[in-house]
């Protein structure tokens, strides 16, 4: 059984660019979320992904979007990056929506923006 | 004001010591995690509660639904239990799936 993969581990970027952060969800799991933490700061939900469809998203704005792909994995992508956006970005697979069965973390992407 | 509160924000405790972290909300739940992350970032789920009390080696859990509360608890620490301790909230309104705390940051010195 596999854990949660993220890639890349970090990344800079320049404001302005687009970025795209990937994640692999765990065996058998088949609903993804994504979280931004800013230093210093607890996790904040961005969005939810189940079924290749978002199904919760969180008060960031639309330049922050999602997909799901067939095979459950995922991509974050940020378009015009702004100073701000630099945290550590992180995914959580679980089954389904309930949340009976607790979440699996990836290690984050840690994101620069200068 | 924050929906997770957690406290201390940070604890330093010589190895051995009997530790403590408070975790209250202030949101109706359907059920409560306690994550250990590690420098790096990676986050592990350590409990997922509902009710009562959880253990798991020299960590315990303890939820009082009524009270909005809910401590970890770690026995005889370690240094390598050194981390920052996250409560976070599965919450029975909105569609979030998490709330988080901010964290505790703990530092076990031998």
């Known amino acids: 059984e596999t854990g949660v993969t993220q890639s890349p581990t970090h990344l800079i970027k320049t404001r302005g660019q687009q970025v795209t952060l990937r994640c692999s969800s765990q065996?058998?799991?088949?609903?993804v979320s994504w979280y931004q933490q800013a230093l210093g700061q607890g996790p904040q939900f961005i969005f939810q992904?189940?079924?290749?469809?978002?199904?919760g998203r969180g008060n960031f704005p639309p330049r922050f979007s999602g997909l799901q792909f067939p095979n459950y994995s995922s991509e974050l992508n940020v378009n015009a990056l702004e100073l701000d956006d630099s945290a550590l970005y992180l995914c959580?697979?679980?089954?389904?929506?309930?949340?009976?069965?607790?979440?699996?973390f990836g290690s984050g992407t840690r994101l620069t923006v200068v | 004001k924050n929906e997770v509160e957690q406290s201390p924000q940070n604890l330093t405790a010589q190895e051995g010591e009997f530790i403590t972290i408070n975790c209250s909300y202030s949101?109706?739940?359907?059920?409560l995690h306690w994550l250990q992350q590690h420098p790096g970032g990676g986050i592990v789920s350590l409990f997922m509660?509902?009710?009562g009390k959880k253990k798991h080696g020299r960590l315990i859990a303890t939820i009082n639904i009524q009270e909005k509360h809910s401590s970890l608890h770690i026995t005889a620490s370690h240094p390598r239990d050194s981390a920052v301790y996250i409560c976070?909230?599965?919450?029975?309104?909105?569609?979030?799936?998490?709330?988080f705390g901010k964290g505790t940051r703990l530092s076990v010195i031998a």
């Open positions: 959580a697979s679980s089954q389904g929506t309930v949340f009976l069965y607790g979440y699996t």
């Open positions: 065996s058998g799991h088949n609903t």
């Open positions: 992904y189940y079924r290749e469809e978002e199904n």
């Open positions: 949101v109706g739940i359907s059920a």
């Open positions: 509660l509902s009710s």
């Open positions: 976070a909230v599965r919450s029975t309104s909105g569609n979030t799936p998490l709330v």
